[in-house]
């Protein structure tokens, strides 16, 4: 199975300012079309996870720009450019170039300083 | 509106059995490979099972975890998915979530059906 690792695994930011996790795979996602299926999501207290990035960089409708994601190979990360109160939450990363199975990283916990 | 509602949830002793429903509305279920992610709680996200769309015949994949222990079915007639869950752990105790598969990526979940094996 390929492995993700995420990194902080506890990231506490303030108010207004940039935030920046990174995910890095065991192998490489890109596949054959140049495409890294790999995706951001964001599970705020108490709900059920929400898709923000996929293959990498496409942010779903009706996320925030201030999301972005970028990277491709091995190395991803995901950007916030200035945090607001409701960004708090635990932010995973996840793989599905390589099937079975799709894997998760350990999870980034977000909070205000 | 893609929607996916689970349900059966709820507490098992171990060695029990217990099974949890998926039900799909907004698109066209057929079309779809359909997974289960559990969440223990406090804990990070983990992929159960696939039960694929009808590509010549429906194929399912399991965890090593859960693999001869749990079944995955559906009925494109009903747009239903089914984890059928036997011989159960206290590790098995997690939030049960039914997610869609697009592309590598699961672009829709549902609420979740907390399963708690206790004795």
């Known amino acids: 199975d390929v492995i993700m690792t995420q990194s902080p695994l506890s990231l506490p930011v303030t108010l207004g300012q940039p935030a920046s996790i990174s995910c890095r795979s065991s192998q490489s996602l890109e596949g054959r079309s140049g495409n890294n299926y790999l995706t951001w999501f964001q599970q705020r207290p108490g709900q059920s996870p929400r898709r923000l990035i996929y293959e990498a960089f496409k942010r779903d409708s009706g996320v925030p720009d201030r999301f972005s994601g970028s990277g491709s190979g091995t190395d991803f990360t995901l950007k916030i450019s200035r945090v607001e109160a409701e960004d708090v939450a635990i932010y995973y990363c996840m793989q599905g170039s390589h099937w079975p199975p799709y894997t998760f990283g350990q999870g980034t916990k977000l909070e205000i300083k | 509106e893609v929607q996916l509602v689970e349900s059966g949830g709820g507490l098992v002793q171990p060695g029990g059995s217990l099974r949890l429903s998926c039900e799909a509305s907004g698109f066209t279920f057929s079309a779809y490979d359909m997974d289960w992610v559990r969440q223990a709680p406090g804990k990070g996200l983990e992929w159960v099972g696939r039960g694929t769309a009808n590509r010549g015949s429906y194929i399912t994949e399991y965890a090593a975890s859960v693999k001869g222990r749990f079944i995955i079915s559906r009925d494109d007639s009903k747009n239903s998915l089914s984890l059928q869950m036997n011989s159960l752990k206290t590790d098995d105790t997690a939030v049960y979530y039914c997610?869609?598969?697009?592309?590598?990526?699961?672009?829709?979940w549902g609420r979740g059906a907390l399963v708690t094996v206790s004795s």
């Open positions: 997610t869609r598969d697009y592309w590598g990526s699961y672009d829709h």
